[in-house]
């Protein structure tokens, strides 16, 4: 190996390298500031992170426990990778039946447990009718939640509801990877902006009202 090919092969490891570090650098900022404007929005916040070294949010809003977390989608092969928020509603009272809606499935659903589960179920004619609706040993009364799935679901960015009756939890996609960046690199880099608090907050009250008619009608 000559002299030159030696120097050129040096330096592109030396600019791989810096690349490699810098995305590292920029994700793990665009992952730590996610949930910078939401730590008001809750009463007595905590921050952590979970096994992925992603971020999730604890606290209080309206008398119910929440929790909020993201989660990278990178398994969609020629799809540029969407970072998924959950909002999770703790129940205060146990519901009956369990249901989850998917719009737009993909068939590589990760986050949702409803891979798992058997029970398929007719879709309500006034909701969206590209998904999927399954259940897990008894299904949810699908009457009880006829007002909110139309609206929910109106916006093409809800992609999932998923109901037990230990929780109610809203998946909404709130980035999407850089294109050029991933379609070079297949690295999942995401902007450094926090979501919106104003969505946050419009979620949680959606999915607090999903919970509240929920437990109203357990007799």
Wanted: net charge positive; proline share 6%.
């Amino acid at each position: 190996m000559n002299i030159a090919v030696l120097v050129l092969l040096m330096t592109m490891i030396v600019i791989m390298t810096r690349k490699y570090n810098k995305d590292v650098s920029s994700k793990k900022q665009a992952r730590s500031c996610v949930f910078d404007e939401c730590n008001s929005l809750l009463e007595k916040p905590l921050a952590s992170l979970d096994k992925a070294n992603l971020p999730v949010l604890y606290g209080d809003y309206g008398g119910f426990k929440v929790h909020l977390s993201v989660v990278e989608d990178t398994l969609g092969w020629r799809k540029i990778p969407p970072l998924w928020l959950l909002i999770k509603v703790i129940a205060n009272n146990p519901s009956h039946g369990t249901l989850d809606f998917i719009a737009r499935p993909a068939n590589n659903e990760f986050y949702s447990p409803s891979w798992q589960w058997d029970g398929s179920m007719a879709i309500p004619a006034a909701w969206p009718q590209h998904a999927i609706l399954k259940y897990l040993k008894q299904p949810v009364d699908t009457g009880l939640l006829d007002k909110y799935v139309p609206e929910l679901f109106a916006d093409t960015k809800m992609k999932e509801l998923l109901v037990t009756p230990a929780m109610t939890r809203l998946t909404y996609l709130i980035k999407q990877g850089e294109r050029g960046e991933y379609l070079l690199m297949r690295n999942a880099v995401y902007d450094n902006v926090p979501v919106s608090k104003d969505v946050v907050e419009s979620l949680i009250k959606k999915a607090i009202a999903i919970r509240v008619n929920m437990e109203s009608a357990v007799i």
